[in-house]
């Protein structure tokens, strides 16, 4: 009850103090394209072979960033996290939510589109939602004006097409569906001429099954996964250019990512490990940010960061009021100017499931348990939740694939490390709190080193 009254209290707040125009009447808006299933090494301005055009141009006019993390390695909690500038366990999203289930990301959470629409933005959603199908846990009861998609993943049935709260079709079909949700963006682009507003544009691929217009099957030499992300780039093209027709462009900030990493067809590039892991394949993923005069442009990011940070972010360059609730994420202005090289900051936490798996501080990247979805990648399980006999420690700024663990020469590091990744969690939710000392228990009765295999490295 006190959650939901924050809540409540938040948005009213929100409401009576809408920010002010700045003093050319422009205010920035926001447009987050989230591809689901997109690699580290699937966009050509990452190194692919696949042609991406528009988007390498976000590159090219922005800054691209090359240690940003989704915040999970699969796909609703890392769009919890997005949405709240929480991490998933702390917004109530530890796993995927189903067809079957009732509820969704918990009511008393804020998202971006609260405040931004607090704020007096025009908010649409295009594409997958997957945050709770029924109402009251739709995109329409969580801060958006209007909704056009599939709630869930394409490849969950009956794969219905939302519009609002109703349902169009009971089973979309898949090559026509990039073209119908690029059709509704760009009009709530132009309906939104002169005002400010926020679009967010999750799209349903690269996320199998695969689908592509006649216009793009079979063009691409990868195959129907080269011609999904043509498509995809396709789509980012026709809101770039809504932007430009519109005068929108010079004050819209751009952002284009991931959810995790690749499933089956595509590429981590060198990162070690897919969608499912907690490797830097799983949940290191492409970002690229363009504001004209506010984002550096050309620039390559090397500053760790990742999906939480988005809700301070667009905050800060809004003048959006932050919810008053604990943010894990940070404010990239400075970064993304280009004023800031490197940011103060805690280790940033990657979960899977309730569970802790790893944290990333500086160069450094710590694993305290893994656990390799088999479902979400050709590789073998390491079993329910994998434990080393001892932390494991990487220096991901060389050692891109994770292969040499250095903790035993960093014991400092280490010590550091796990220090402040336990003050963290000392903070988070009874329940998150319980899991973490449960595998606490589980570690203690470990037999000591040398007396059993080291952790497989599947």
Not at 267 to 296: D, H, I, N, Y
Request: glycine share 10%; hydrophobic share 40%.
């Amino acid at each position: 009850m006190w959650a939901m009254s924050t809540r409540r209290n938040f948005l009213a707040t929100a409401a009576a103090a809408a920010v002010s125009p700045a003093a050319d009447g422009a205010r920035t808006n926001v447009v987050i394209i989230l591809c689901d299933d997109l690699g580290y090494g699937d966009l050509g301005c990452y190194g692919s072979p696949i042609a991406t055009p528009n988007i390498d141009s976000l590159a090219r006019d922005g800054s691209r960033f090359t240690h940003y993390y989704s915040g999970n390695p699969v796909c609703s909690p890392s769009r919890a996290a997005l949405l709240t500038g929480r991490y998933c366990v702390r917004a109530g999203v530890p796993r995927v939510f189903f067809p079957r289930d009732k509820e969704g990301m918990p009511l008393s959470e804020i998202t971006m589109a609260n405040v931004l629409k607090g704020a007096g933005y025009a908010t649409q959603c295009v594409g997958k939602w997957h945050l709770g199908h029924l109402a009251p846990y739709l995109p329409t009861d969580r801060g958006f004006d209007h909704y056009f998609g599939i709630p869930y993943s394409n490849d969950m049935s009956p794969r219905w097409l939302m519009d609002d709260a109703k349902v169009l079709e009971e089973n979309v079909e898949l090559d026509d569906l990039t073209p119908r949700y690029t059709e509704r963006a760009v009009k709530f682009i132009e309906d939104s001429r002169g005002k400010p507003f926020f679009l967010y544009m999750p799209h349903t691929y690269p996320h199998i099954p695969l689908g592509a217009s006649k216009r793009f099957r079979g063009k691409s030499p990868q195959g129907i996964y080269g011609d999904v992300v043509q498509e995809i780039d396709w789509s980012v093209g026709e809101i770039l250019s809504a932007l430009k027709r519109t005068g929108a462009d010079k004050n819209t900030l751009v952002i284009f990512t991931s959810d995790n990493g690749p499933w089956y067809q595509g590429s981590p590039g060198r990162l070690r490990g897919r969608k499912g892991m907690t490797w830097e394949g799983g949940q290191r993923v492409p970002m690229l940010a363009r504001l004209p005069g506010k984002v550096a442009k050309g620039k390559v990011v090397d500053v760790p960061c990742g999906v939480w940070d988005l809700m301070p972010t667009v905050c800060g360059l809004t003048g959006a009021a932050k919810p008053n609730v604990t943010l894990d994420g940070m404010d990239l202005t400075g970064v993304l100017g280009g004023s800031a090289r490197s940011l103060e900051r805690e280790p940033m936490l990657v979960f899977d499931g309730m569970d802790l798996h790893c944290a990333r501080w500086g160069k450094w990247k710590l694993h305290v348990a893994r656990r390799n979805h088999v479902m979400y990648s050709p590789a073998p399980p390491s079993g329910p939740l994998a434990l080393p006999i001892r932390p494991e420690l990487y220096d991901v700024s060389t050692d891109v694939d994770e292969s040499f663990d250095v903790a035993a020469e960093n014991p400092e590091v280490v010590r550091q490390m796990m220090s402040k990744v336990e003050a963290i969690m000392a903070g988070m939710p009874e329940a998150v709190r319980k899991a973490r000392a449960e595998v606490l228990q589980r570690k203690a009765t470990v037999p000591p080193a040398g007396q059993v295999p080291q952790l497989s490295r599947n």
